[in-house]
Every structure is written in C-alpha cells, then in structure tokens.
T-cell receptor
Framework: DGGITQSPKYLFRKEGQNVTLSCEQN?????MYWYRQDPGQGLRLIYY???????QKGDIAEGYSVSREKKESFPLTVTSAQKNPTAFYLC?????????????FGSGTQLSVL | AQSVAQPEDQVNVAEGNPLTVKCTYS??????LFWYVQYPNRGLQFLLK??????LVKGSYGFEAEFNKSQTSFHLKKPSALVSDSALYFCAVRYPGSARQLTFGSGTQLTVLP
C-alpha cells in the first residue's frame, strides 16, 4: 500500500451524522483520488484533486465533500445527504503524467451505517 | 466515454493450470489499459499496463496481458496459477488526453484451488 495511510480502518455512522475519512500520503504526489467500492460494481470515482487547493467531482460526488489544503492530505467527508454510505472507500495518489502515470492505493476504510 | 467490461464475476482454476481473466474495452482511440489486484480488505496493487508497442505486456508476479486491438481485449494471463494468486482482479482504462482518471471494470474474483 506504499506511503498512503487511510484511517480509520472501520467507521460507523449514525443516521444524520457527517463522518470524515482521513487520507495522508508521503509520496510527494500531486494528484489524489477517492473511490467507492461496492460488491460487483468495481470502483467508482467520487472526487479527485490534481493540485493543492483544487478538486473536481467524479462520477458519484453527491453526498460527499473534500478539501485539499495540503499536498499530503485529502480528507473525504460523507455527509448526511449520502443516503447509502455503506461501502469500502479507497484513497489513491498518482505520480507521473500520461503514459507514466501510476496509481498507488491506501488500504481502505470500511464505512457502515448503525 | 471510456469503459471496460469484465464478463466473468468469478474464475476458478486448479493450481498449476494456466489462468485467464478477461477484459474488453470500449472503442475510442488508443487507450491505456491496466490491471490491478486486490487482496481482502486491502487497497489495489498495480500489476501491469499497456501504453503502446508490443502487444504482450509482462507484469508483476509472473502475470502478463495481451492487447488485441481487433477484439478490443486485454486479457490477463499466467502460465501456472498459484493458490496465492487468489484475489480480486480489476481491469482499468484511460484514454490519452482525457482529464478523467482511470475507469475500472467490475472486478473478477479469481480462486485457485489446491
């Protein structure tokens, strides 16, 4: 899992609660990403950030928010607007451009609803 | 839009036998194609990628993949499977010049039987 740390490993959310998933990398990568993994659906892109203080919505951004105040950190907040948050969340970062680009993943956070 | 399909949810193979995990991609230009592997409760690990050149790409852990433009396929192969190869395998695609990150297939669970 390289130099990407996700915490916590397991997280439980109560109804109407916002929760924040942490992602920290020490690889000096500019780009960072959040994916959601559901059984049988592969990975779907939530948000991505190509540079500090900038981020873009992915395919399923509704009900989520992010910030990128530091190069090393890209936290994901799952808001109460996300009605089906139970999933495995993966953070990734990438190095290089175009053909040389390569994704490195953290070990994931399993979010469940109480 | 870039997309990949993994037609098999599950592949079972006996240890020592050759294995193939299938992937096809949507036709649009010349894509970059990737294979990643995921072990239980872990992030994804890069196996190999095709950018251009030789259609047979060799990657980590003895895996290889063959790019077939006429069939729009990028199947993952290994001549002799190991029990430790049992994992979830993802094919992914990205088109050059696209602002989007990788688009992943739905995954194929490979089980190697002793």
């Amino acid at each position: 899992d390289g130099g990407i740390t996700q915490s916590p490993k397991y997280l439980f959310r109560k109804e109407g609660q916002n929760v924040t998933l942490s992602c920290e990398q020490n690889l000096n990568h500019d780009a960072m990403y959040w994916y959601r993994q559901d059984p049988g659906q592969g990975l779907r892109l939530i948000y991505y950030s190509q540079i500090v203080n900038d981020f873009q919505k992915g395919d399923i951004a509704e009900g989520y928010s992010v910030s990128r105040e530091k190069k090393e950190s890209f936290p994901l907040t799952v808001t109460s607007a996300q009605k089906n948050p139970t999933a495995f969340y993966l953070c990734a970062s990438s190095t290089g451009q175009g053909a040389r680009e390569k994704l490195f993943f953290g070990s994931g956070t399993q979010l469940s609803v109480l | 839009a870039q997309s990949v399909a993994q037609p098999e949810d599950q592949v079972n193979v006996a240890e020592g036998n050759p294995l193939t995990v299938k992937c096809t991609y949507s036709v649009s230009g010349n894509p970059y194609l990737f294979w990643y592997v995921q072990y239980p409760n872990r992030g994804l690990q890069f196996l190999l990628k095709y950018i251009t050149g030789d259609n047979l790409v060799k990657g980590s852990y003895g895996f290889e993949a063959e790019f077939n433009k006429s069939q729009t396929s990028f199947h993952l192969k290994k001549p002799s499977a190991l029990v430790s190869d049992s994992a979830l395998y993802f094919c992914a695609v990205r088109y050059p010049g696209s602002a989007r990150q990788l688009t992943f297939g739905s995954g194929t669970q490979l089980t190697v039987l002793p």
